[in-house]
Every structure is written in structure tokens, then in C-alpha cells.
T-cell receptor
Framework: QKEVEQNSGPLSVPEGAIASLNCTYSDRGSQSFFWYRQYSGKSPELIMFIYSNGDKEDGRFTAQLNKASQYVSLLIRDSQPSDSATYLCAVNIDDMRFGAGTRLTVKP | SAVISQKPSRDICQRGTSLTIQCQVDSQVTMMFWYRQQPGQSLTLIATANQGSEATYESGFVIDKFPISRPNLTFSTLTVSNMSPEDSSIYLC???????????FGSGTRLTVV
């Protein structure tokens, strides 16, 4: 079983819609969870982190964590074409472990 | 967060040769991490480098193939040795910064082995 699993997509949404990205993890002892955005040809950049169960909002982004279900999600509201990228879910155990990423395309 | 300067940004190398990738951080950090990202895939941790001690390698990666140096708290190198086409990949260094334990990445080295 992979440590961090994501639906590789691709996920396509129209501009202005909500994009929902999902991630599950295997280590119940995990304490910190991250979402990175990676544009094509660029290195990953951190966009959200969450430690506690529930929701965490930052602008158009909302991270959701459910430790009982070992589930993390990222919602992007009012999606823009500039949000088109690969989104990587990561879990920090002793070091950062990444999922395979979900490629998101936002169509104008 | 920290700023990482990584070089070279890309290189094309002959099989059997070696390439050394450098990362310079603008602040002192305890640990530096080296990742590989093969085309269309996610990041795989190669090793963790602490200053003053041997690097810790992940399963599937060995020191003879990927020697790492960490001479001080702001600098590290990764060498890809005796390269084959299967080593063609993007190599990234990263550090943990900030109170949130997120990682900051260098700009990456795109390596092509021919």
C-alpha cells in the first residue's frame, strides 16, 4: 500500500467552478499534511498545510482533514485557468512523502 | 521561507559519466533533502543530508550511485555517478523551513543521459 494516494486525474473543471482534489494516507501516526502546486516544468510550491481535523481556509483554497478516515482534500473555489497545474498531496512522517499528484485543468 | 539556488538547471550527459548538482540555501538549515522526479511521476526521496554526518538513503538508492556532501549548514551536493539513460530525471533539493514544517524546493536540475 502506497503511503499517500491520489487520483491521478486528469481533472477538468470549467472556469468559476469548484475543483475538488482528494488524498488518502496510510500512516495513522501522521500529524501534518500539505498540498503543493506544481506548474509544468517548475518545482513544487507549498499552498496549504493542515494539522487539525476540520477545514482550513486560505483565500480560494480550503483544505479538509479527517484523521479517522485518513483523508485529506483540497477545494479550489472560483477556479481560474491559472490554477491549471498538478497538485501534490504530501504527508510529513519523518520526512515529506508525496502522492502521485492530480493534474487539474481549468477551462475558460 | 528559505531561498534555494540550485545548479545546473539542466544538463545532457553521456552515459558512464557523473554529474554533480549543487544547492545553496540563503539560511542555515539542519537537514536538506534530495528528491528525484521522473517524467510524469511524483517525487521520490533519495536521501536526507545532515551536516556533519553521513547522508541517510532511502530504499533503492545507494551511496556509491548518489554520493552526497554536506560540508556546512547552507550547502549540499548530490552526484549522480556512472549515469545511464534510466537516470534521466529531474533532481530537486529541498529544505524544511518555517514553523509549519513545509518544504521549500530548489528550481530543479533536468538531467538527460544519452
Amino acid at each position: 500500500q502506497k503511503e499517500v494516494e491520489q487520483n491521478s486525474g486528469p481533472l477538468s473543471v470549467p472556469e468559476g467552478a469548484i475543483a475538488s482534489l482528494n488524498c488518502t494516507y496510510s500512516d495513522r501516526g501522521s500529524q501534518s499534511f500539505f498540498w503543493y502546486r506544481q506548474y509544468s516544468g517548475k518545482s513544487p510550491e507549498l499552498i496549504m498545510f493542515i494539522y487539525s481535523n476540520g477545514d482550513k481556509e486560505d483565500g480560494r483554497f480550503t483544505a479538509q482533514l479527517n484523521k479517522a478516515s485518513q483523508y485529506v482534500s483540497l477545494l479550489i473555489r472560483d477556479s481560474q485557468p491559472s490554477d491549471s497545474a498538478t497538485y501534490l498531496c504530501a504527508v510529513n512522517i519523518d520526512d515529506m512523502r508525496f502522492g502521485a499528484g492530480t493534474r487539474l485543468t481549468v477551462k475558460p | 521561507s528559505a531561498v534555494i539556488s540550485q545548479k545546473p538547471s539542466r544538463d545532457i550527459c553521456q552515459r558512464g559519466t557523473s554529474l554533480t548538482i549543487q544547492c545553496q540555501v540563503d539560511s542555515q538549515v539542519t537537514m536538506m533533502f534530495w528528491y528525484r522526479q521522473q517524467p510524469g511521476q511524483s517525487l521520490t526521496l533519495i536521501a536526507t543530508a545532515n551536516q556533519g554526518s553521513e547522508a541517510t538513503y532511502e530504499s533503492g538508492f545507494v551511496i556509491d550511485k548518489f554520493p552526497i556532501s554536506r560540508p556546512n549548514l547552507t550547502f549540499s551536493t548530490l552526484t549522480v555517478s556512472n549515469m545511464s539513460p534510466e537516470d534521466s530525471s529531474i533532481y530537486l533539493c529541498s529544505v524544511q523551513t518555517g514553523n509549519y514544517y513545509g518544504y521549500t524546493f530548489g528550481s530543479g536540475t533536468r538531467l538527460t543521459v544519452v
